[in-house]
C-alpha cells in the first residue's frame, strides 16, 4: 500500500496566496521529500528533511515534519501561476545498504489563477 | 548540462508487442530507477539498479525486466505489454553516498492499442 497520503487532492487559489498541502505516512522514515510534477513530466526535486529536523525554508517554500504524528506540510507562500502543478510527498527509506527508496504519496493537484 | 534523458517521449505499441524504453544520464549516479506513474496516480517504483546489483519490488509484475549495460545507459524492456501497462515511465537516478534526492528524466508516454 502507498506510504503517503496527501491533502487536500486538488487545491485552487489566486495567484500571491499561500498554499498548504499536507502529507501523512505510516511508517518510521529516513527523510521526506516533496517534488513537483507539472503537466505530462518528470518530476523535479523541491526539498528535502530529515527526520531529526522539524521545519525546512527554500525560497517560497517552507516544509514541516512531525514525525511523532507522522505528518509533513509543504507552504509556497505568495504563489504564481508558474507554480501550478501536482506536488508530492515522498518518504525515504533505507534498502538495507546506501539505496534509498522513495514512496510517494497521492499527491495535491494545485491551480493558481492568475 | 548535467542531465537524465528519457527516449522517446512518447511510445505506442501493440497490445503484446514487445517494447523497450531508454534512459540515459550524464550525472554519473551509482543508482538508477524505474518507476510507473498511471492516470493522476503517484508513481510506483518497479525496480533498480545499484551499479550492476539489480533490484526488482516484490510486486513488479515478470512483464517487466530491466537492463543496465553500463553507468549511463538503463533500459525498462516490457515483454507483452497489456492494455493495463499504459502509463507514463520515469527514470531517475540517484548517488547515495552525496544525498538522497533522485533526479528524474521527462518520462516517456506509453499507450498500448
Known amino acids: 500500500s502507498q506510504q503517503g497520503e496527501e491533502d487536500p487532492q486538488a487545491l485552487s487559489i489566486q495567484e500571491g496566496e499561500n498554499a498548504t498541502m499536507n502529507c501523512s505516512y505510516k511508517?518510521?522514515?529516513?527523510?521526506l521529500q516533496w517534488y513537483r510534477q507539472n503537466s505530462g513530466r518528470g518530476l523535479v526535486h523541491l526539498i528535502l528533511i530529515r527526520s531529526n529536523e522539524r521545519e525546512k525554508h527554500s525560497g517560497r517554500l517552507r516544509v514541516t515534519l512531525d514525525t511523532s504524528k507522522k505528518s509533513s506540510s509543504l507552504l509556497i507562500t505568495a504563489s504564481r501561476a508558474a507554480d501550478t502543478a501536482s506536488y508530492f510527498c515522498a518518504t525515504g527509506l533505507n534498502y538495507g545498504g546506501a539505496t534509498n527508496k522513495l514512496i510517494f504519496g497521492t499527491g495535491t493537484l494545485l491551480a493558481v489563477q492568475p | 548540462d548535467a542531465m537524465v534523458i528519457q527516449n522517446p517521449r512518447y511510445q505506442v505499441t501493440q497490445f503484446g508487442k514487445p517494447v523497450t524504453l531508454s534512459c540515459s544520464q550524464t550525472?554519473?549516479?551509482?543508482?538508477m530507477y524505474w518507476y510507473q506513474q498511471k492516470s493522476s496516480q503517484a508513481p510506483k517504483l518497479l525496480f533498480h539498479y545499484y551499479d550492476k546489483d539489480f533490484n526488482n519490488e516484490a510486486d513488479t509484475p515478470d512483464n517487466f525486466q530491466s537492463r543496465r549495460p553500463n553507468t549511463s545507459f538503463c533500459f525498462l524492456d516490457i515483454r507483452s505489454p497489456g492494455l493495463g501497462d499504459a502509463a507514463m515511465y520515469l527514470c531517475?537516478?540517484?548517488?547515495?553516498?552525496?544525498?538522497?534526492?533522485?533526479?528524474f528524466g521527462p518520462g516517456t508516454r506509453l499507450t498500448v492499442l
Open positions: 550525472l554519473n549516479h551509482n543508482v
Open positions: 531517475a537516478t540517484s548517488s547515495p553516498p552525496r544525498g538522497n534526492t533522485q533526479y
Open positions: 511508517t518510521s522514515i529516513n527523510n
